[in-house]
């Protein structure tokens, strides 16, 4: 059946035959995005949901949201979908960062043409019939020094357009690399410096706990006297009331906002002051851009559903197509591994250790550490995904780590999964033959070469003889059809292990006259998806 994707805002028509071209069921209602009520009782029907930012992706709807896998932003922000929520639920949420980063950054340019030059101010004036030449003096941006607040992707663009303009750009940005820096051909400073020193500043940051307010009353009492700052980011990172009182004051010469604390923004501090110009969040606003992030994120979401690549994900490690093609095989054996030693494991779990060998160690690890721990929670919760996985664990205060290493053995790569306990450590390690079908070559130190089955029964015992004949005459005796069978022990007279491969679920009366004939250390049943 084709996946169904709705799209709730307004989108571009070329976004909606994308999906219906490349196979996805797509139902276009662009004004239910603005209906809660009408969204939640249809959203149990989606896999998909293509979004603006009318519609708001909320808990509350999320919970409705039965058959949900991606939700896709065409844009930038998400202050409107709950992403924790979303990860909880395993669904993926995607944004288009790149599709409107030339236009919302040539707004911030503008916007600081405009309050340099007065020109809201002089157009109104003009087109009253005013003629007002010396009451409109401005400034030149050449020469001036920028500080820009976030050197990313449309802060570098800003960047880029200012260094053109002849300003000297200064950026404040901790993820901002010397190497990125010299590239851009800015000078990297901390924020205090640039506090001090910018005569301009424009900001290009998320709007997170820690930039919230990054421009607070104590910062703006610190701006370098005449300073104009610009915000075609996110609303809430300038503490309007105290801008406002630095632009009555003269302290700050001038401010250029696009976006506000509260949107719409139909009141705010810095309305009707004259050296402000404001402009109603259209950083995104071209035509342009308009069709570049509708068209992605109809790729995007169709990559995903169809083909399981993921990118530009918020709560997801990113996948190529070619990756999901090339991984698709060891993804499954990873979730295999985490499943068998999660299913084995009954005390709470401390660490979850995996070491990848060989090939794998050049794979994307996040992706692949995602499906372990989706493996291993799945015992405790079915539902549980590649998104929601790595969220439980983190609530559960379980410590991850991966270490990488070149090929060891005789496999051209394997992955190692070892679950780390109060009380011991377990461990299983598997590799994926040339058939593409994962294996399991190695429990507790032992090796094998297990197939991995739907239903499966997982002894051990001490290497002695009778152990097949009483798992044979055990299963046969009580309807249980054994379809294969694997061994493995240490040494002579060690430590040994027996998994039997069954047709269907056994059930546990069967498993305690296994236990109760005490030649095993440990019975199990195990169960796999095989989809």
């Known amino acids: 059946m084709a996946p169904r994707v709705l799209i709730s805002d307004e989108l571009s028509p070329a976004a909606v035959q994308i999906f219906k071209d490349r196979g996805v069921e ?38 409705s949201a039965s058959n949900l896998k991606v939700i896709g932003r065409a844009g930038i922000g998400v202050d409107n979908v709950d992403i924790p929520a979303a990860s909880k639920k395993g669904i993926i949420v995607m944004n288009t960062p790149f599709g409107n980063s030339i236009t919302t950054a040539e707004h911030a340019i503008a916007m600081m043409m405009a309050v340099a030059r007065q020109i809201p101010e002089a157009n109104a004036s003009t087109h009253a019939g005013k003629w007002e030449k010396s009451r409109f003096m401005g ?35 901790p993820f901002l690399g010397e190497e990125r820096a010299n590239q851009l051909g800015v000078e990297k ?20 706990d820690q930039t919230r307010n990054i421009l607070s009353r104590e910062a703006i009492a610190k701006l370098k ?48 002051l004259p050296n402000v110009v404001v402009t109603p969040h259209l950083g995104a606003s071209t035509t342009e ?16 559903l169809l083909t399981g690549a ?25 979730g295999h591994l985490g499943n068998f030693v999660g299913q084995m494991t009954d005390e709470p779990i401390k660490a979850i250790n995996v070491l990848y060998d060989g090939i794998t160690s050049t794979m994307n690890l996040a992706a692949l550490n995602c499906a372990v721990i989706a493996g291993i929670m799945r015992r405790a ?20 780590s991966t270490t990488r290493q070149d090929q060891s053995g005789m496999f051209e790569g394997y992955i190692k999964v070892t679950v780390v306990t109060e009380a011991r ?12 079908k994962p294996r399991f070559i190695q429990i507790k130190g032992i090796t094998v070469d297990a197939e991995i089955g739907a239903n499966m029964v997982y002894t051990t015992n001490e290497d002695v003889p009778g152990i097949i004949g009483t798992l044979g005459q055990t299963m046969g005796q009580n309807g249980v059809n054994i379809a294969n069978f694997t061994l493995g022990r240490s040494a002579r007279g060690g430590e040994a292990i027996a998994i039997l491969y069954v047709d269907d679920p056994v059930p546990e009366p069967v498993l305690d006259k296994l236990r109760g004939t005490g030649m095993f250390q440990q019975v199990k049943a195990l169960a796999f998806d095989m989809a």
């Open 26 to 63: 797509v139902d276009y209602q662009p004004k239910l995005g603005k209906d809660k009520d009408a969204l939640l009782a249809v959203i149990g029907n989606y896999d998909g949901l293509a979004i603006r930012s009318a519609t708001k992706a909320t808990e509350k709807l999320l919970a």
């Open 139 to 173: 400034v030149e941006l050449t020469g001036k020094t920028l500080g820009v607040i976030g050197a990313g992707n449309i802060g570098g663009i800003v960047c880029d357009r200012a260094r053109g303009l002849k300003m000297k750009v200064i950026a404040f940005d």
């Open 381 to 400: 919760n079915p539902d549980v995904n590649l998104v929601s996985a790595p969220v439980i664990a983190r609530e559960r205060g379980i410590q991850i």
């Open 425 to 436: 450590e377990r461990s299983v390690a598997g590799t994926v033959f040339s058939d593409g």
């Open 189 to 208: 400073v901390e924020l205090e410096d640039l506090l001090r020193r910018a005569d301009f500043i424009t900001l290009h940051v998320p709007l997170t």
């Open 225 to 272: 006297p005449g300073v104009r700052i610009v915000n075609c980011a996110r609303g809430g990172l300038v503490d309007e009331e105290a801008l406002a009182e630095a632009l009555k004051s003269g302290h700050v010469a001038g401010a250029a906002f696009d976006v506000f604390a509260v949107e719409p923004a139909t009141d705010s501090p810095l309305f009707g």
């Open 310 to 334: 993921v990118t530009n994900a918020l709560n997801m490690p990113s996948v190529t197509a070619d990756e999901a093609r090339v991984m698709g095989p060891w993804i499954k054996l990873a």
């Open 289 to 304: 851009a308009q069709e570049n992030v509708a068209l992605q994120v109809a790729e995007q979401m169709s990559d995903y």
